[in-house]
């Protein structure tokens, strides 16, 4: 499906020949890109270059949530020449971090782009100043005092008050692309497609196995689909409580902290239950798993679920109504809709912006297309929207996996054990994409093929990679002792960023 200037595809499809993506004149792909992106019902998924011979061959994939849809859009250029396009960016500031990781990574430059600033390897490219007599600037990092990743955050203040941050991440350079290239067997990608990102090692993990899947022709029983939700689900629901708990410990509420602390640690011992690693490294595998949910573990899961699930809600609807967590999380680190828009916040950010994101309801995979889900939706987008969000999802999440039991238990186990596929043979010169909502946001996988079958290109994308702006634009006007909380409150993933 598509037109004469884009083929349309659905998520977790099979791979199509790229070969029949329709190449356009940079003219007339500029102004469909353009033209889509006016509706916030529309957003760039990925937007990259690929080097194929003498030419660099651009894709730009654009989520149609109007018709649960993917158009994918290409053009071309010889690299013998120097590349200058006219900036999408201009128009269309969402698509700022796909033209900068462009222009680093093949030296193409976008005239009219408003920040040309690499994304990753930022070099001598100057920080933005701001000269007064009242202001002064402050450095954070480029070491994470906390979790010891790269990143360094640079604020410029008036007295206590944060007027400006500017992020600069991914100095590390962990080139995750370039390994799924140099790895050989599905096994290795597979294990690396967890280490993307440690706190979404299954969210990753299942897209990278459903990308696999497209381009090998996979079917996967619509069992091993459900427990590949419950799975997911499950880490939404272990992420959402532990980020509670570091929310409360940066306003010193102690109580709300140690409690979700203990709970969070419920629900990844049950992770741990069912496959031996509590971030559930091992239980994502390409056309089949290892770890099939037995009788006993449904029933311990229940149990888990159901006594911390109700711990979870006493404690949040006492703490998100006490005046001095309020204090601190109401009106706090606030963006609006459009801003949310303007920048292409997705996920959990954007839920609480007013934007109906979420890849569950829009582009729906695995067992999802059997299901009804309807996203939470908050319009403040401050810290305790961000709050209340992450226990509305976590009881919504339980409620989904407990449905799913039963649906289990009413199917039977007539086949337990069903191993993956170690080598599939994946389509010749095709391309796929896969979408999954992870807890953070959508994450995006693509791959394309050559004549052998071979995978010539791998293209990864965190939420995060959206989402930073957000954090960036929420902390202005506000007092920089609160930019732990706000920083919290997204709980954005920096090796997630450094790809």
Known sequence: MGSSDNIEIKNNSPGIPWKEIPIVRYEDFFSAVTRLLESPLHHCLTYHA???????????????????????????????????????????????????????NHGVEFMGNPWPKPLRKLGNYPFYR??????????????????????????????????????????????????????????????????ISGDSAITHG??????????????????????RIIALELERIAVHIGDSAALYNDIAYQLGQVVNEALRTTIINS????????????????????????TMVIGSISETLIDSGKKFQDMAEQALNLPSVLLRFDGIGQLSKHQAESIGLVGMAARTCGLKRDIRASH????????????????????????????TEVKASIQMVLKLFEELKNTGNSNPYQPPVSDPVLEKESFAISLIEGWRGEIVHCAMTGKNGEIIHYKIKDPSLHNWMGLALSVRDQEISDFPVINKSFNLSYCGNDL
């Not at 992770?271 to 559930?280: D, E, H, K």
């Not at 067992?367 to 969000?389: H, K, N, W």
């Open 50 to 104: 690929v080097r194929i011979g003498e030419m660099l061959r651009f894709f730009c994939c654009i989520a149609d949530d109007t018709r649960g849809s993917i158009r994918i859009f290409s053009h071309v250029r010889d690299c013998k020449d120097l590349i200058r396009l006219e900036s999408i960016t201009a128009n269309h500031y969402s698509m700022h971090v796909f033209e900068r990781e462009i222009a680093e």
């Open 130 to 195: 701001m000269d007064g007599q009242e202001l002064h600037e402050v450095g954070v990092g480029p070491v994470h005092a906390g979790i010891i990743e790269p990143g360094h955050f640079r604020f410029i203040c008036t007295g206590e008050k944060a007027i400006h941050l500017e992020i600069q991440l991914g100095y590390q350079h962990r080139g995750t692309e370039t390994l799924m290239l140099q790895q050989k067997t599905l096994l290795q990608r597979q294990v690396l497609s967890e280490c």
């Open 206 to 227: 299942l897209a990278f196995a459903q990308l696999m899947e497209s381009l090998s022709g996979t079917e996967v029983p619509a069992r091993l689909q459900m427990e």
């Open 271 to 294: 992770t741990q239950l069912w496959c031996g690693n509590r971030f559930g490294k091992g239980l994502i595998r390409t056309g089949g798993r290892r770890y099939p949910l037995s």
């Open 364 to 391: 729906p995979f695995q067992y999802f297309r059997s299901m009804q889900v309807e996203p939470c939706i908050l319009e403040t987008g401050d810290v305790l929207s961000r709050a209340q969000l992450r226990a």
